[in-house]
């Protein structure tokens, strides 16, 4: 099948893409795990999820599923599509921080997510009550620093675990469960 193809295995591996397909599924498999719950390295804590948007493809192939409205990735056709050996081609992530309570603001970030080039588009940050336009253009840069931190923090973790061949090994295993469940 494979010899068919004019696909230069090394040239995939060298690519960025190779690990941010591994990282959307480790993304996504972490996120139903722990309900969404996560604590980075730094010990922030986060809520991540998967919505309104999940495109699923073939590898190596054209076919692709797209899944919109709601919580698409906990629908059980987008698990049978990734059960099939689909891959995430992109998606939409949101990110939380904080509870709502007196002494926290929740603070909330969506994006895309596009794992061709590791690519992140259509940010929405969090708003902002301020009426300064440099206090609030200040605070918009801090806020998406913020965001690159926490999405950093995550890649930093699936790759402490993805580089270490044993700990990858079971890592894959349960996600192999978790997709078959």
Same mark, same amino acid.
């Not at 200040?138 to 700990?167: C, M, P, T, W």
């Given at each position: 099948?494979? /010899? !068919?193809?004019? +696909?230069?295995?090394? /040239? ?9 397909? /591994? ?22 804590? +986060?809520?991540?999820?998967? *919505?309104?948007?999940?495109? $699923?493809? /073939? $590898? ?33 992530? %949101? ?6 309570? $007196? !002494? ?7 994006? !895309?997510?596009?794992? !061709? ?6 940010? %929405?940050?969090?708003?902002?009550? +301020?009426?300064?336009?440099? *206090? ?9 620093? &913020?965001?690159?931190?926490? +999405? ?7 790759? %402490?675990?993805?580089?270490?061949? &044993? ?12 997709? *078959?469940?």
């Amino acid at each position: 099948m494979l /010899e !068919n193809r004019n +696909i230069d295995i090394k /040239e995939m591996i060298g690519n960025k893409d190779f690990f941010s397909r /591994e990282f959307l599924i480790w993304l996504w498999y972490v996120s139903e795990k722990k309900q969404g719950h996560y604590i980075l390295p730094d010990n922030t804590e +986060i809520m991540i999820f998967i *919505e309104d948007k999940l495109v $699923l493809e /073939e $590898l190596f192939g054209e076919q692709e599923d797209s899944f919109k409205g709601g919580i698409p990735s906990e629908s059980p056709e987008a698990k049978y599509a990734l059960k099939s050996g689909k891959i995430i081609k992109e998606c939409k992530i %949101k990110i939380t921080k904080g509870t709502v309570s $007196l !002494n926290e603001q929740q603070l909330e970030w969506t994006f !895309n997510f596009k794992a !061709n080039g590791f690519n992140i588009t259509s940010i %929405k940050l969090p708003p902002l009550d +301020i009426k300064d336009y440099r *206090e609030k253009f200040k605070q918009r840069v801090q806020l998406l620093e &913020e965001l690159y931190d926490y +999405i950093a923090g995550l890649y930093k973790s699936f790759l %402490k675990v993805r580089l270490h061949g &044993e700990n990858w090994k079971k890592e894959i295993e349960n996600i192999k469960k978790w997709i *078959e469940s």
